[in-house]
């Protein structure tokens, strides 16, 4: 619809919008007033479910504009973005929302290229100013905020996971659901061999409410199980600092900072990080940060809410315990 807030939609690939979606539909609906036009979501998928789209409604979307293509997964961002190209171009949304995911990254800036329109990246918060949208976003490693605007619609925008309020499921709200024409192009290259589903058993970095996180101070990949057990207690993902990463300890999808993810999580615990600045751009805004080190001159606790100085060996076993006493009363 003309004037609506698109919210494109980050599934799991089993045809259920990802938690993150809360967030972000819930932000367009709070946004639907001072801009007037409702909150919609844009399902690309090859399997929808009627729970999707159920939930879809509940968290707030008025609309879902559901395009269903065996074409679409695996995803690709040069599949994906003319087919959501063509649909801007024929429906004037005023703003199109996506969230900091791998895919979603990308898709956005391939659709802001395509659609010569500007695109707020890794936004942490909207206003609506003189009936403008106003987005503000780190920078400088977030060091500092800045504030921006857009010189024409459609506003584009990801807001980075775990920074908005969720959209509290309104059961019984449904969503009306059209399946416009799209065209789907061709892949033009394969990047997909194989596909490896990671099966930790913990939740992903970007979604988790508790991150527990490990950097060279575990002085080698065997040790990352003593994060792994404290996160299973904890309910919480693991991460990683680069140094880790680029010593082969972690794949990099785990590395959080300037060049890995940027998480947000309630609760950050981080056991042998120093705290160089690209680290904490990936994780600053976390709500409590709680760092462990054996070095009381670490930069980490000077953004620490909670700083514990000593041996990650002996501490990490420590809090585990502790946590599972809490835990089971
Ligand atoms: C362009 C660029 C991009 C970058 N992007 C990223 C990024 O995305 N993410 C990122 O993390 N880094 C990034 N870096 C690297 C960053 O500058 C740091 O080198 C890195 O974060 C350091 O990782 P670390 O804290 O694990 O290691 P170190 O800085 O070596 O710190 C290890 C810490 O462990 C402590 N320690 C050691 N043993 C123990 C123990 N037994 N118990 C408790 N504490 C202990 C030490 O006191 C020390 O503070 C980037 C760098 C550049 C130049």
């Known amino acids: 619809m ?134 503000t976003r780190p920078v400088y490693a977030g060091k500092l905020l800045s504030k921006m605007t857009w010189a024409k619609t459609p506003w584009l925008a990801t807001l980075r996971p775990n920074v908005f309020k969720p959209a509290e499921a309104q059961s019984g709200a449904a969503a009306a659901v059209d399946k416009p024409a799209a065209t789907v192009p061709a892949p033009a290259m394969s990047l997909v061999e194989r596909r490896e589903e990671s099966s930790t058993g913990l939740p992903e970095l970007a979604e988790a409410e508790i991150v527990v996180s490990g950097g060279r101070g575990l002085k080698g990949p065997e040790n990352f199980v003593i994060l792994e057990s404290l996160a299973k207690v904890l309910g919480a993902a693991v991460g990683a600092s680069r140094a880790a990463v680029d010593a082969g300890w972690r794949p990099h999808r785990f590395q959080i900072g300037q060049t890995g993810r940027t998480i947000s999580p309630k609760l950050y615990l981080g056991f042998g990080i ?42 990490a076993p420590a809090l585990e315990q502790e946590f599972k006493k809490l835990l089971e009363k």
Request: proline content about 4%; aromatic content about 6%; overall charge negative.
């Open 274 to 315: 120093s705290g160089a600045i690209q680290h904490l751009a990936g994780m600053r805004t976390s709500k409590v940060i709680c760092a462990i080190n054996k070095d009381p001159e670490a930069p980490i606790f000077k953004i620490a809410d909670f700083g514990i100085v000593g041996d990650l060996f002996e501490v």
């Open 2 to 135: 003309a004037g609506a807030i698109w919210c494109v939609v980050e599934d799991d690939r089993q045809g259920n919008p990802k938690k993150v979606m809360a967030e972000v539909l819930g932000e367009a609906s709070r946004l639907a007033s001072p801009l007037t036009g409702q909150a919609e979501a844009v399902w690309l998928t090859d399997k929808a479910t009627e729970a999707g789209i159920k939930q879809l409604g509940e968290w707030g979307a008025k609309r879902v504009l559901l395009v269903e293509n065996a074409g679409l997964a695996p995803y690709r961002g040069e599949v994906w973005a003319p087919v959501l190209a063509e649909l801007v171009q024929k429906e004037s949304p005023q703003a199109v929302f996506g969230a900091v995911t791998t895919r979603q990254r990308e898709v956005m800036a391939r659709l802001a290229a395509r659609l010569g329109a500007g695109l707020a990246a890794d936004v942490v918060a909207l206003a609506v100013e003189d009936g403008k949208l106003v987005a």
